[in-house]
Nanobody
Framework: QVQLVESGGGLVQAGDSLRLSCAAS????????MGWFRQAPGKEREFVAA????????YYADSVKGRFTISRDNAKNTVYLQMNSLKPEDMAVYYC???????????????????WGQGTQVIVSS
């Protein structure tokens, strides 16, 4: 069991940067691959980025590739999402999620993540 709490969301202008954090409870954080998802108003929750247990493998959605960076600090039980060059279409509630399956690859599927945070809202004005 792991509890996830996102933070760092807020109101920014287009072109600005923002870093989201996801703090995890428990002593087995390094056993979970981690992912970031987002849900914009009127849209389904979509995959943003994922990172493997040790941080050695990373995967991004095409919509954020080159602008967003996912990272993790297992000593701090925290995963980050650095968001640069924010666009109005990035406006959404961002969720972090933990994948306990220990699969070989990285998952982009919502249903393959067992634990979820409550989300943090990112508002991008133009």
């Amino acid at each position: 069991q792991v509890q996830l709490v996102e933070s760092g969301g807020g109101l920014v202008q287009a072109g600005d940067s923002l870093r989201l954090s996801c703090a995890a409870s428990g002593r087995t954080f390094s056993s979970y691959a981690m992912g970031w998802f987002r849900q914009a108003p009127g849209k389904e929750r979509e995959f943003v980025a994922a990172i493997s247990r040790s941080g050695g493998r990373i995967y991004y959605a095409d919509s954020v590739k080159g602008r967003f960076t996912i990272s993790r600090d297992n000593a701090k039980n925290t995963v980050y999402l650095q968001m640069n060059s924010l666009k109005p279409e990035d406006m959404a509630v961002y969720y972090c999620a933990a994948d306990s399956s220990r699969r070989i690859g990285l998952s982009t599927r919502r249903y393959e993540y067992e634990y979820w945070g409550q989300g943090t809202q990112v508002i991008v004005s133009s």
